[in-house]
Nanobody, 117 residues
Framework: QVQLVESGGGLVQAGGSLRLSCAAS????????MGWYRQAPGKQRELVAT???????NTAGSVKGRFAISRDNAKNTVYLQMNSLKPEDTAVYYC???????????WGQGTQVTVSS
């Protein structure tokens, strides 16, 4: 059974930093494309960042230069380092896993990030 457990969200002032973690079980993060998505109230879920099997990262333009995705294979965990946070970054952040060759992708339960101005 695949489980993705996000943590690290919370309330932070604008300009602050948070690091989100996504601990995976039932899959191996190094052989999956892992991603972070977010959904703000009243908006569609959007891609924030991904990291491929080969370690290639992709970051959305709205967070480029402020957010970074990384992976710790030994801990089977994916991270999202978020710096210079803005109120518009407020959203529920979700971890996503797309294992290589698998038909399904998996989602975590989400973690709330709130940035106050």
């Amino acid at each position: 059974q695949v489980q993705l457990v996000e943590s690290g969200g919370g309330l932070v002032q604008a300009g602050g930093s948070l690091r989100l973690s996504c601990a995976a079980s039932g899959i191996i993060v190094s052989i999956a494309t892992m991603g972070w998505y977010r959904q703000a109230p009243g908006k569609q879920r959007e891609l924030v960042a991904t990291i491929t099997l080969g370690g290639i990262t992709n970051t959305a333009g709205s967070v480029k230069g402020r957010f970074a995705i990384s992976r710790d294979n030994a801990k089977n965990t994916v991270y999202l380092q978020m710096n210079s946070l803005k109120p518009e970054d407020t959203a529920v952040y979700y971890c996503n896993a797309a294992p290589a060759g698998a038909r399904n992708a998996y989602w975590g339960q989400g973690t709330q990030v709130t940035v106050s101005s």
